[in-house]
């Protein structure tokens, strides 16, 4: 089965930023509205924020006005900025299809902390 790679998790303070990289297979990505979705230890995954393939973005409640979701489709790549990062939003984060397309990728690990 086909996964996305997911990249540019990391380490970082409260209040700092880091910016999320998911590439996926032409097929799928272009067709498809394109979900962050997230799993912190304990927890069940959540849906973060998803962009439909006309640009309409949704946020969670915990996440709106601090995330950001893009897309470029010529590059088959998701994008999530994320800003004033709290303690948590440390989780490993995931993208995929809303009706989960692709097999689950590894994820990137991002981790707020001081």
Known sequence: QV??????GGLVQPGGSL?????GSGSIFSVNAMVWFRQAPGKQRE???W?????TT???DS????FT???????NTLYLQMNSLKP?????????????????????QVTVSS
């Open 3 to 8: 996964q996305p790679v997911e990249s540019g």
């Open 19 to 23: 910016r999320l990289s998911c590439a």
């Open 47 to 49: 849906l973060v924020a």
């Open 51 to 55: 962009v439909t393939t006309g640009g």
């Open 58 to 60: 949704i946020y969670a």
């Open 63 to 66: 996440v709106r006005g601090r």
């Open 69 to 75: 979701i893009s897309r470029d489709n010529a590059k």
């Open 88 to 108: 948590e939003d440390t989780a490993v984060y995931y993208c995929n299809t809303l009706s989960h397309s692709y097999a689950w990728g590894q994820g990137t």
